[in-house]
Structure formats: C-alpha cells, structure tokens
C-alpha cells in the first residue's frame, strides 16, 4: 500500500499551481494521508516493522522533494508564459521631455551674457536684514520703500525682512571682498505689490556691480550696450535717461530700441520705439563707506533688472501672472528654449 502512494506521488502531474496545490494538501498537508500510515505499524508483523517505518519515513521524503521539484518547474513555465505573452514589437512608453521654465532661461541667458565678460555669480539670502538692504545702500530711515506698504518684514520683527531688490548683495559682497570686484547676482525679491498683469508681489531681478580704480560711467554705458545687444541682437540701441536710486549717483535708466515694433505699432513701447529694461549708476560714495571701501581710490557703477520684465520682452508674453501660475500649456510652449 505505501509502495503503491510513493508510485502514485512520483507518477502525479500537476498541471497548474492549483492542482499542485491539491497535491500539497494530500502529501504534506496537516491532515495528509501518509499520516495514518505510523499509527498502521501496529499490524505490521514485528519482523517487517523496521522495513515498514523506513519505508513511511521514504514516503515523506519523496512527498517533500518532489513538491519541490514541481514547484520549481511550474513556476519557471509560468514565466515563460508570461515572457511569450510580452509583445516585443509594441512601441515603448514616450519618454516626455519637460521645458526650461522661461524665468529660468531668461536667468541663465544673462547670467551667461555677463560671465563672457568677467562677472561672476554672487548669490545671497532671501531673507535679510534692515541694514543690508536699505541702511548700507544708503536708504535713509523715512525712504518710502521701507513703508510697511512695500516691505514684507518677518512676522514680529522691525528688522527682519524679505529682500525688496538684489541691491542688499552688493552690501554683503563689499563687505567681504575689497576691489577688484565684478559681481553678477540673479534672485527672488519680494514687494508688498497688487498683484496684475504688470506687476508681482515675488519677482526676480539680477544686479551687476564692478568696482576697481578709476571705474567711469563710460564703462558702465558700453558693459550695458554690450548686454542689451547680445540679449536683443545686434541691432539693439540703447538710451540712458537720467533718474534717482538712493545708492547711485548719478543714476539712470535704460531703455533699449524695441524689436516688437512694426508698422502698426506696438503695445509694448506704447509706439515710442522704446523700452525700459534696467536702472544703474555710478556707486554712491557713501554706499563704498558704509561697506568699508575707500571712494578715494576706488569707484564703480551698479545696475539692477527685473528678470520677469526680461523675459516678457524676450517671449512677448504679455501678463506677468503667467510667469507663476505653472499652466503646462504655457510652460509646454518654451521647449525650445534653452
Ligand atoms: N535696486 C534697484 C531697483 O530695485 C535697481 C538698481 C540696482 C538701480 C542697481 C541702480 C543700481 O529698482
């Protein structure tokens, strides 16, 4: 009888892991039928008794090597099932290539166009201090752009606040370094604003400085003719009109020749062939004192721009709130762009 199971289990071919299930619970389950079996050694005559109980133990055995072994086979057919089921020739998944944010490759565009000519990177803290960004840059005390209305200060604190304009890194870079100096300092800045299609309560500006002896507002005229042609073209003029920043003297802004122009007009310069892009100066000595460098022997000129403004000429986008609200739609449209 147990010769006659151990045939049965080696003969047994279960087709699926179900019925190599079924097989488990017969051979090797808690109610297995080899069970019984020991508890029969007390009809075995005694002389076949240890015959009989190697041959149960044998029994045991083959139920649990050849479980094993069908196991192992079933489930490696499985695979090659599944394998065979695979469809090599189907076409694979897309890989979907995402699109440099236009700040960003306005950013790297002009970080770029001042890193040919010797600047390089300052980068600074978002949230600053009173001092490094109005007191050093020679913002007296009752200046309107310390009005609580412009400024985020930190919740509770009259000297705490998020940065109105990269200025504040030309103070923590002067205080640092003595000249020769010739910074390029892109960053977020933040003003208390409404906001419209114009205008953002977070923006982004870059801020150039370059300090050395005998630095002339001749230097600082042909450095930003140099800037708005390689990031406009060629064809690019600029005009200098004279205007206030507490930290330059004398100060101005540029305007660059609009390229959006055509014969119909433009909405973009309001049909006056120009646009504003940037301020600048010459440093204000006393900004040089307040940092510890000697307007004796040293002098210099700063600019500062809107990144977002940058980008919106550059991309004719039209509505500053774009710039920040991450529709794909838009975003999708920049590609291109490097
Ligand atoms: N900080 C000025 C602004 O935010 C820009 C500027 C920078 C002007 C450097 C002159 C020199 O408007």
New binding site residues.
Partial sequence: KVNGLIADMENSQPANMDELEQFRIKYLGSKNILKPLMGEIRNVPNEQKRDYGQLVNKAKQVAESKYAALKIELESAAEQASAQQLDLTAPGDPLVLGARHPISATWNRIVRIFERIGFVVAEEREIEDDWHNFTAMNTPEDHPARDMQDTYYLKDSTSMLLR????SVQARVMKNQQPPIRIIAPGRVYRNETISARAHAQFH?V?GLYIDEKVSFADLKQTLLYFAREMYGPQTDIRLRPSY?P??EP?AEMDVTCFICNAKGCNVCKYTGWVEI????MVDPQVLINCGIDPEKYSGF???MGIERQAMLLYQINDIRLLFENDVRFLEQFKAVL
Avoid at 164 to 167: A, C, G, M, P, V
Avoid at 278 to 281: E, F, I, S
Wanted: hydrophobic share 30%.
């Fill in positions: 109105t304009h990269t200025s500006q801020e920043f930290f330059t100060s940037l301020g600048c100066g700063a600019f500062g």
